[in-house]
């Protein structure tokens, strides 16, 4: 039994879609805008998450006080702030980077906190012993002793900002590859549609291979 195109495309469909959006620019300049929500998203998260997360690895009544509220923020999926995110930011580019930054920055919260933990008594003695203060203690044997866990984290953070992105863009905004598959379903362009699948795929892989790389040479 024969599937209609517009319910399954074809190869060959799929070819003809990729083609006709690369050559109008569409697919380039949608490219651009959801790499641009995604890696501004990342890195809010980034600076909120590490700097947090030395914080409160470091002082073990904070992490008390603010387990709690962790704990309960932490389980709810992004996607869910997506109306506090369209009432907050309106439509366009700022939903989409909000949403990313709920889903990224729990993580990359956790992993440096778990980096603070298991850094080794020995070094943070010695640099007391060294007469250092607290501050140089935290930024000079503590950071990048934990470096390793916080690129863990940016890692597991980076495969779950293209999945927020995705979600934001569909409801919250007018650009990028989220609101290509939309707009493309909705006309029955089921061959678009594929075609903005595949690319999210190939950035995973590409962020995905950039980050491996750079543990192999910070765990080497």
Known sequence: MMVPSYMFPGPIEVFNAFV????????????????YKVLVGLLLAAIVGITLGLILGWSKRLERISTLIVSILRPIPPIAWIPFSILWFGIGSKPAIFIIFIGCVFPILVSTIDGVHRTKGVLIEAAKSFGASNTQILTE?????????????????????????????????????GYMILTSTNLFDTG??????????????IFDYIFTKIQERIFW
């Open 20 to 35: 006709k959006l690369l050559l109008s620019g569409k697919l380039f300049k949608d490219i651009i805008a959801t790499l």
């Open 192 to 205: 678009s549609t594929v075609v903005g699948m595949l690319v999210i795929g190939v950035l995973g892989i």
């Open 141 to 177: 044997v503590i950071l990048p002793a934990t470096i390793p866990y916080i690129v863990t984290g940016l890692k597991v953070g980076i495969g779950i900002a293209l999945m927020c992105t995705i979600a934001g863009e569909m409801i919250g905004s007018s650009s990028g590859i």
